[in-house]
């Protein structure tokens, strides 16, 4: 195994196009040689342009600029599509994993489109917001007209992730007719209750100003020159029309309204008729999306293995899977007519981990299982009762007097990021901020637990604010004292009642849903709940410090027995196949580091992240990118009305960088976020300069009030 890696990775280092046959072969590309057009548009009946790039069996794009891309045979006939559409750059920023992927598919006989949206990348217009309806029109007429061109045959898939995952559910809810099948990836069917701004009512501290400033800083980047003449003016357009930053936008959306419901395909899941496979990730944050939606739709089904935010075939921690042999398998299926058994297919392939390794900030690979079945959780329940001196046991032994605690600045310290992409960015040791926080464990383990699916906490609590939330987690304690966060879950109190207020003292009985999870507690090793009024910047902190106090709780754990499973009988390919990296010059290499700083004069806690893309650059557009992303959320004390995020983004883009005219262009982008008792303040300021002279500049101070929140 080692020396077979070893050979790929040899062919994998070489360019696409100076690969021999039997080096392809080895790749798992088929027998289609294979033609890329770099650049074309799309119509659209407005006259809006969308900027396309596309890859074809051998002679069949009937394009004027295009070049063969891999020899092989001709390509005869139709064939069916698959789309992927985003607001994320094709011909630079995308392009490394596109040319990895897209080839390797149009290689088996299909024609891959990679479309930017409106507003964004090389395509005309403005992007004002994410998943507006002029974004799922646009792609239903671009779905029209890839159907109608001559190489189609008339049968579309969409295939993404995140952004991409996101729309391919809400355009199958429109229904247009070519559209045939797609592939999700780390999406969500409700985007309140799971998504990146708010969750159970309470904003995501870790995640709300964060996406809002990757957005501000991407929507305000300059089109490619080279595709477009009037680059400077397109680009003006979009800072001077949409180049607010949309956090004020979400937070003032804080219920879920028609504003979250409009692309939430739970609002009527019969609509999304069409076969669905959803793909999460156990270290992702849209974990429980997949699950359900392998319940709800009405041709769903789910592979949740441990990843993170990225493809399953690199994602980090492992195992990896063949996902690009998954994917041919289901466009055979379904855009193909082609029976390769997916019909047969369990409805919900799931990862096990092993709890084995201790926490830390990041995991290569998960020990564990592959299991298969039908159902989103297991079918077995385990119910431990909150009981005196910390202990939580299996039976009626409840409390005999209530329990305590109050909001504290420390309690969240050692969270992780809500969106990780495998970098060293998963919960650190709990020990270091359980003591902030209400906590029990439960007896060693006799047996092995198996938990799978959504954990539910049940309470009877009261506070003594009118405005409060919960945050519950649950760890596993290891041997030598080591517990690691497995899954945690939040409510906004206010959202139980009508007028948004909690009274103070009543005593409430709550549920609050743990993120699913697939998990093996082994013999001899404990369990951890905790609970805290707040805990930042997991959630935003509640107005003014609350004292929670508990009277009786139940935690209820969803769990199975082990199957043998074999990974050959679930998966097509168990191993990764894709091609080669697309030739990109490194200048400086990618870093990412995450501190936390703890002041003893001032009493300041501030969790930091540095994400350092590096500066690249692109031969094929002669364009170089440098790309710095930096994060900070401090408190002071237990103060909740001290806590502040800021975020800040920077990207350099020089087009014709290696020209004796290059084009330099800058965007710098710095939020932030704070607030008092009654208001969100926050201060949004965009620099852009072109050749070092100011562009477009502008700073908005701006507030939101706060209902409930």
């Known amino acids: 195994l080692i020396l077979l890696d070893s050979l790929l990775q040899e062919e994998m280092d070489k360019l696409l196009p100076n690969l021999s046959r039997s080096e392809i072969d080895k790749l798992g590309f088929g027998t289609h040689g294979v033609d890329e057009v770099t650049h074309c548009y799309c119509t659209l009946p407005d006259g809006c342009r969308l900027a396309l790039r596309v890859w074809g069996p051998r002679g069949t794009l009937d394009m004027e600029t295009k070049w063969s891309l891999i020899d092989g045979e001709q390509g005869e006939g139709t064939y069916p599509t698959v789309l992927e559409y985003l607001p994320y750059r094709k011909a630079d920023w995308t392009a490394e994993r596109d040319h990895r992927r897209h080839p390797w598919l149009a290689s088996h006989g299909y024609v891959v489109v990679r479309a930017d949206m409106r507003g964004s990348g090389d395509s005309d217009g403005v992007y004002y917001d994410e998943y507006l309806q002029q974004e799922q029109d646009d792609c239903v007429h671009l779905i029209d007209w890839i159907s109608t061109q001559p190489w189609s045959s008339g049968k579309v898939g969409m295939y993404g992730k995140s952004w991409g995952g996101f729309n391919g559910l809400q355009v199958a809810f429109c229904q247009p007719p070519a559209l045939s099948a797609i592939i999700t990836l780390f999406s969500t069917d409700n985007r309140f209750e799971d998504d990146i701004h708010w969750k159970a009512g309470c904003v995501l501290g870790g995640g709300m100003l964060s996406w809002a400033a990757t957005m501000f800083c991407w929507d305000a980047r300059p089109p490619q020159p080279q595709y477009n003449k009037d680059w400077q003016k397109v680009w003006r357009s979009r800072l001077e029309k949409a180049g607010e930053c949309l956090v004020k936008t979400w937070l003032e959306h804080q219920t879920y309204d028609d504003y979250w419901k409009h692309g939430s395909v739970t609002e009527d899941t019969s609509k999304v008729a069409i076969p669905v496979l959803a793909i999460g990730g156990w270290h992702d944050g849209y974990t429980n999306c997949a699950l359900r939606m392998a319940q709800t739709l009405p041709k769903c089904q789910a592979i949740v293995g441990p990843w993170s935010h990225n493809w399953p075939d690199e994602a980090i921690p492992g195992p990896n899977i063949g996902f690009m042999d998954e994917c041919l398998t289901w ?379």
């Open 331 to 709: 466009w055979d299926q379904h855009l193909k007519g082609v029976d390769r058994g997916y019909d047969q297919m369990p409805k919900v392939r799931w990862y096990l981990c092993n709890g084995v390794v201790p926490p830390g900030p990041s995991v290569v690979s998960w020990p564990g299982q592959w299991q298969a079945g039908d159902r989103s959780e297991g079918g077995d329940q385990q119910v431990y009762t909150l009981s005196d001196s910390h202990r939580m046991v299996q039976g009626n032994t409840g409390l005999t007097s209530p329990v305590s605690v109050s909001f504290s600045g420390s309690a969240g310290l050692t969270c992780g990021e809500w969106l990780s992409f495998g970098a060293p960015d998963l919960p650190g040791d709990q020990r270091v901020t359980s003591q902030f926080q209400a906590c029990w464990y439960s007896d060693v383990l006799e047996n092995d637990l198996h938990i799978y699916g959504q954990p539910v906490i049940s309470l009877d609590c009261e506070v003594d604010q009118q405005t409060a939330q919960l945050y519950c987690g649950l760890c596993h304690v290891l041997p030598g004292g080591g517990a690691r966060l497995l899954t945690y879950g939040l409510l906004n109190l206010n959202g139980l009642t009508s007028d948004r207020k909690v009274t103070p003292g009543k005593v409430y009985t709550v549920k609050v849903m743990l993120d699913a999870i697939g998990y093996t507690v082994p013999a001899g090793q404990s369990l951890q709940l905790v609970v805290s009024p707040g805990s930042f910047p997991t959630s935003w902190p509640s107005p003014v410090l609350t004292r929670l106090t508990l009277h009786s709780g139940t935690m209820t754990l969803p769990s199975v027995s082990v199957d043998k499973v074999q990974e050959e009988e679930i998966f097509t390919h168990t191993q990764p196949r894709l091609g080669p990296s697309k030739h990109v010059e490194v200048l400086r290499k990618a870093t990412f580091d995450r501190n936390l700083s703890y002041g003893l004069s001032d009493n300041a806690r501030c969790i930091s992240t540095k994400s350092d893309d590096g500066c690249k650059y692109y031969p094929d557009v002669d364009t170089e990118i440098d790309e710095v992303n930096e994060d900070r959320y401090t408190i002071t004390g237990d103060d909740p009305t001290s806590a502040v995020v800021f975020s800040s983004r920077s990207c350099l883009i020089t087009y014709q960088a290696h020209t004796d005219n290059p084009i330099k262009t800058e965007t710098i982008t710095s939020s932030w976020m704070k607030s008092d008792e009654n208001q969100f303040l926050l201060t949004n300021s965009l620099v852009t300069r072109l050749d070092g002279v100011d562009f477009f500049s502008k700073t908005w101070q701006e507030t939101v009030p706060r209902n409930g929140i």
